[in-house]
């Protein structure tokens, strides 16, 4: 079983920045697609970072410019830079892993972010 845990969430106030990380329980390389994503109240849990086979990244619009996601496989673990913090960022973060040998996604618990203005 594959476990993610995350941390760093907190509350922070809008222009300021968090750095979430995510270590996974096993190990893992650059062939494995690891991903933070995002859900607000109400809101359906949507993408907002995701760096894949070969480290290509992609990055929702919403923060395209102000996240930055990274990995250390070293370390198992993904991180989540995000600067110029707005309230709407205001979310729980999960972390995602996809193994690149499967299909399967595993989720960690979440960490909360919340921006005030």
């Known amino acids: 079983q594959v476990q993610l845990v995350e941390s760093g969430g907190g509350l922070v106030q809008a222009g300021g920045s968090l750095r979430l990380s995510c270590v996974v329980s096993r190990s893992t390389s650059s062939m494995d697609t690891m991903g933070w994503y995002r859900q607000a109240p109400g809101k359906q849990r949507e993408l907002v970072a995701e760096?894949?086979?070969?480290?290509?990244?992609k990055y929702s619009d919403s923060v395209k410019g102000r996240a930055t996601i990274s990995r250390d496989n070293a370390k198992n673990t993904v991180y989540l830079q995000m600067n110029i913090l707005k309230p709407e960022d205001t979310a729980v973060y999960y972390c995602?892993?996809?193994?690149?040998?499967?299909?399967?996604?595993?989720w960690g618990q979440g960490t909360q972010v919340t921006v005030y203005s």
């Open positions: 995602q892993f996809r193994r690149s040998t499967t299909a399967y996604d595993y």
């Open positions: 760096i894949s086979s070969g480290d290509r990244l």
